[in-house]
């Protein structure tokens, strides 16, 4: 028994002697001595210098705890910054030190203050980011990536630790975005968050704000947001529910110089195997238009977008800019010459056009477009590595229905587009009306196009364009335009040539009873062979070509008596679509009036001939019945 009794003194005295010996390390123990051999390390790892200028603090026991004040560390070589690549004023962090017995990580509130973090994108396209998580992997022993293997309590040493967390308190934070390469300024400051009481099976409080002021496009964003948050690290899954974000920006582009949004909605996110982020319900307000619906992103290595959504109304010309002054269309009035063509190349994503997968569906009540009205808006869309499909369109606009498709090919260098649509019965002169500020042409209206082109500027997709168009309209009229007068001078020369019989009503209105048309379309000319235009009194065919690459158009119509007879009076339109000339050519009508009278010589003659022989020949009479 004396054996016993010596052991158990032994051990006691043993463990004296390391409690003695612990806290005379702790109390003795200074981390501050070790700053030049932090700042060496890390100046040999990144090739940057760290510098702790405040003081540093360490607990070991209750809790592992860590005090940092004043530390920056600078940007790489070539970067002629006076600010530090980043700094912080203060870093508080405790650590639990028993849980972590039992696989348990319980943090007391962290709280970092004066963040300050300043990213460059040199012209080159260098930036001051690059090499620091290649640094952190290199720095990892070479047998970290080998799974670990059993503890002594049986618990694998990778498990992920269960997480509680007292609280984050991120205050002060500012963040700056020089690119040189595209000549942006961005900062976020000041940007404030705080998180709640966080551990398994609870969901904590979160808030976020933050000011945003960027220098392309020159706007401010104002942003806050409130949600709870929710962490499973053991499964890899985070959830923001109730979430509510406000946004409000200011700014030029911003339709009345100013555009509020209101997020709501739940976010999840899974990253166990393949990753899954999905928003839903979603509920956006911005500038009385509400959408609702989902978004759901799978396979987050490559990614796939799944959305559903739907939008009461939208009015895009509060988004765009007002449009370039420019003629309306040739029939109408206006004498202003058009915008040019365009060179410049249109700034289309191809990259990430490239790498879009995705599949959704968007419904809109009333969209308001250009000044058009439509209603019903429904479209499919599909985007596979670079092509991109837009499917079962379809909308009511103007009394009529529109159905179409679109693709969008960006898998090569050049983008190819591809439009089908159809318009039926659609009121054409309101339609106008709305786009072009003037009805000059009315009547239901029947169009179809089928259309392709390539390229990358404005003009390069005009002078590719090629398919064909079919257009019909009924009951309807060409009214207040330079072509309606020069169609009513042209009326008066067929009321003429039938000796005052009237053709019509006099003004500056022409009305038909159907008005039909096909055309080719070759490297942005159409080709119009059947033009044909049906009135009362009078008809008239057509025949040309428009060329929009020149904005030019040679163009003939023919009017003639409703039966066909009498002499055509063609009328030609010839020059810029802004301002063509009109003319009667005189020289074609001259030939067909001989021409006419020729034929009617020849007829009188031949019935002369016809009697003088019948008189002549008496038995010949009945031949000529």
């Given at each position: 028994?004396?054996?016993?009794k010596?052991?158990?003194l032994l051990?006691?005295?043993?463990?004296?002697?390391?409690?003695?010996?612990?806290a005379?390390?702790?109390m003795t123990f200074?981390?501050?001595?070790y700053k030049?051999?932090?700042e060496q390390?890390?100046?040999?790892k990144?090739?940057?210098?760290?510098?702790i200028?405040?003081q540093?603090?360490?607990?070991?026991?209750?809790?592992?705890?860590?005090?940092?004040?004043k530390?920056?560390l600078s940007n790489?070589?070539?970067f002629?910054?006076?600010?530090?690549?980043?700094?912080?004023?203060r870093l508080?962090?405790?650590?639990?030190?028993?849980?972590?017995?039992?696989?348990?990580?319980?943090v007391?509130?962290?709280?970092?203050?004066?963040?300050d973090v300043?990213l460059?994108?040199?012209a080159?396209?260098?930036t001051?980011?690059q090499g620091l998580a290649g640094?952190?992997?290199?720095?990892?022993p070479?047998?970290?990536?080998?799974?670990a293997?059993?503890?002594a309590?049986?618990?694998?040493?990778?498990a992920?630790f269960a997480?509680?967390v007292?609280g984050?308190d991120i205050?002060?934070?500012?963040?700056?975005l020089?690119?040189?390469?595209?000549?942006?300024?961005?900062?976020?400051?000041?940007?404030?968050?705080s998180?709640g009481h966080?551990?398994?099976?609870r969901s904590?409080?979160?808030?976020?704000?933050?000011?945003?002021?960027d220098?392309?496009?020159?706007l401010?964003?104002?942003?806050r947001?409130?949600?709870?948050?929710?962490a499973?690290l053991?499964?890899?899954?985070?959830q923001?529910?109730?979430?509510?974000?406000?946004l409000?920006?200011?700014g030029?582009?911003?339709?009345?110089?100013?555009?509020?949004?209101v997020v709501q909605?739940?976010l999840d996110?899974?990253?166990a195997?393949?990753?899954?982020?999905?928003?839903k319900?979603?509920?956006?307000?911005?500038?009385?238009?509400?959408?609702?619906?989902n978004?759901d992103?799978t396979?987050?290595?490559?990614?796939?977008i799944?959305?559903a959504?739907?939008?009461?109304?939208l009015?895009?010309d509060?988004?765009?800019?007002p449009p370039?002054?420019a003629?309306?269309?040739?029939?109408?009035?206006?004498?202003?010459?058009p915008?040019?063509?365009?060179?410049k190349p249109l700034?289309?994503?191809?990259?990430?056009?490239r790498?879009?997968?995705?599949?959704?569906?968007?419904s809109?009540?009333?969209?308001t477009?250009?000044k058009?009205?439509?209603?019903q808006?429904?479209?499919?869309?599909s985007?596979r590595n670079?092509?991109?499909?837009?499917t079962?369109?379809?909308?009511?606009?103007?009394?009529?229905?529109?159905k179409g498709?679109?693709?969008l090919d960006?898998r090569?260098a050049?983008?190819t587009?591809?439009?089908k649509a159809?318009?039926s019965?659609?009121r054409?002169?309101?339609?106008?009306?709305?786009?072009?500020?003037?009805?000059?042409?009315?009547?239901k209206?029947?169009?179809?196009?089928d259309?392709?082109?390539?390229?990358?500027?404005e003009?390069?997709l005009?002078?590719?364009?090629?398919?064909?168009?079919?257009?019909?309209?009924?009951?309807?009229?060409i009214?207040?335009?330079?072509?309606?007068?020069q169609?009513?001078?042209?009326l008066?020369k067929v009321?003429?040539?039938?000796?005052g019989?009237p053709?019509?009503?006099?003004?500056?209105?022409?009305?038909?009873?159907?008005?039909t048309?096909?055309g080719q379309?070759?490297?942005?000319?159409?080709?119009?062979r059947?033009m044909?235009?049906?009135?009362?009194r009078?008809a008239?065919?057509?025949?040309g070509?428009?060329?929009?690459?020149?904005?030019e158009?040679?163009?003939?119509?023919?009017?003639?008596?409703?039966n066909?007879?009498?002499?055509?009076?063609?009328?030609l339109?010839?020059?810029?679509l802004?301002?063509?000339g009109?003319?009667?050519?005189l020289?074609?009508?001259?030939?067909?009036?001989?021409?006419?009278r020729?034929?009617?010589?020849?007829?009188k003659?031949?019935?002369q001939?016809k009697?003088?022989?019948e008189k002549?020949?008496?038995g010949?009479?009945?031949l000529?019945k």
């Amino acid at each position: 028994m004396k054996w016993i009794k010596r052991l158990f003194l032994l051990a006691v005295v043993i463990l004296l002697l390391a409690v003695v010996g612990l806290a005379a390390f702790v109390m003795t123990f200074n981390p501050n001595d070790y700053k030049p051999r932090i700042e060496q390390l890390v100046k040999e790892k990144t090739g940057r210098t760290l510098s702790i200028d405040g003081q540093m603090h360490l607990t070991i026991y209750p809790r592992l705890g860590l005090r940092l004040a004043k530390v920056s560390l600078s940007n790489p070589a070539g970067f002629n910054t006076q600010a530090p690549f980043a700094s912080i004023d203060r870093l508080d962090l405790d650590v639990e030190l028993m849980p972590l017995l039992s696989h348990k990580l319980v943090v007391d509130k962290v709280v970092l203050s004066g963040l300050d973090v300043n990213l460059v994108r040199q012209a080159d396209g260098r930036t001051n980011w690059q090499g620091l998580a290649g640094a952190a992997s290199a720095s990892a022993p070479a047998g970290a990536a080998k799974p670990a293997e059993p503890g002594a309590a049986g618990m694998v040493a990778g498990a992920p630790f269960a997480l509680a967390v007292a609280g984050v308190d991120i205050q002060r934070a500012r963040i700056t975005l020089d690119d040189k390469l595209v000549g942006r300024h961005l900062v976020v400051a000041p940007l404030n968050l705080s998180v709640g009481h966080l551990a398994p099976g609870r969901s904590a409080p979160l808030s976020l704000d933050f000011h945003i002021e960027d220098s392309k496009p020159a706007l401010g964003l104002d942003g806050r947001l409130s949600a709870n948050l929710s962490a499973d690290l053991a499964a890899a899954r985070y959830q923001l529910n109730d979430m509510n974000l406000k946004l409000s920006a200011k700014g030029a582009a911003m339709p009345k110089g100013a555009l509020d949004t209101v997020v709501q909605g739940s976010l999840d996110v899974d990253l166990a195997k393949d990753g899954r982020i999905a928003l839903k319900p979603l509920k956006v307000t911005v500038n009385g238009s509400h959408l609702t619906g989902n978004i759901d992103i799978t396979d987050l290595a490559h990614p796939h977008i799944g959305f559903a959504l739907a939008l009461d109304q939208l009015d895009v010309d509060q988004y765009l800019p007002p449009p370039p002054t420019a003629a309306k269309s040739g029939v109408g009035s206006s004498t202003a010459a058009p915008v040019p063509w365009s060179d410049k190349p249109l700034q289309i994503p191809l990259g990430e056009l490239r790498r879009v997968n995705a599949d959704g569906s968007l419904s809109i009540g009333q969209l308001t477009a250009r000044k058009l009205k439509l209603s019903q808006v429904r479209l499919a869309l599909s985007a596979r590595n670079g092509l991109l499909r837009v499917t079962d369109m379809s909308a009511g606009l103007y009394g009529g229905t529109f159905k179409g498709e679109a693709n969008l090919d960006a898998r090569r260098a050049t983008p190819t587009i591809a439009v089908k649509a159809a318009l039926s019965g659609i009121r054409i002169g309101d339609f106008l009306k709305d786009y072009a500020g003037d009805s000059y042409l009315t009547g239901k209206t029947d169009l179809q196009a089928d259309l392709q082109t390539r390229g990358d500027s404005e003009r390069a997709l005009v002078n590719a364009l090629d398919g064909k168009l079919s257009l019909a309209v009924h009951d309807g009229s060409i009214q207040r335009s330079r072509l309606a007068d020069q169609i009513q001078s042209v009326l008066i020369k067929v009321r003429e040539l039938r000796q005052g019989s009237p053709v019509g009503a006099p003004g500056s209105e022409t009305k038909f009873a159907s008005l039909t048309a096909t055309g080719q379309v070759k490297a942005g000319v159409i080709d119009n062979r059947d033009m044909a235009l049906n009135a009362i009194r009078f008809a008239a065919n057509g025949s040309g070509t428009v060329s929009l690459p020149k904005r030019e158009i040679d163009y003939a119509l023919r009017f003639t008596q409703a039966n066909g007879k009498g002499t055509p009076i063609p009328l030609l339109i010839r020059g810029p679509l802004h301002h063509p000339g009109y003319e009667i050519d005189l020289k074609s009508m001259a030939k067909d009036v001989l021409r006419q009278r020729l034929d009617q010589e020849k007829q009188k003659a031949g019935d002369q001939l016809k009697q003088r022989l019948e008189k002549a020949v008496p038995g010949l009479k009945g031949l000529f019945k």
